[in-house]
């Protein structure tokens, strides 16, 4: 799981709003307020987006605001 996980956030840099670890709907917009952050470094903190893909086994899976 370990090695998994390094793998991923080695690929942060590649995704602009990849892998969020925390996401949240704006009050009463179609953006998402984006806080990515691992236990050394902030990489995003409250950036606004209109969506955050995430990196699945079989794909990517987009995260919009409203749903």
């Known amino acids: 799981i370990m090695s998994f ?3 991923s956030f080695r690929q942060v ?12 709907a704006a009050a009463e917009s179609n ?3 984006l806080t990515l952050a691992s236990p050394t470094a902030s990489y ?5 987006v ?3 893909d ?4 079989a794909g990517t899976v987009g ?3 409203s749903h």
């Open 63 to 65: 995260i919009l605001a």
């Open 44 to 48: 995003f903190d409250k950036a606004s």
């Open 31 to 33: 953006e998402l307020k």
């Open 13 to 24: 840099p590649r995704f602009v709003s990849v892998s969020s670890r925390f996401a949240s």
């Open 5 to 7: 996980l390094a793998r």
């Open 54 to 57: 995430v990196p699945t086994i």
């Open 50 to 52: 209109k969506q955050v």
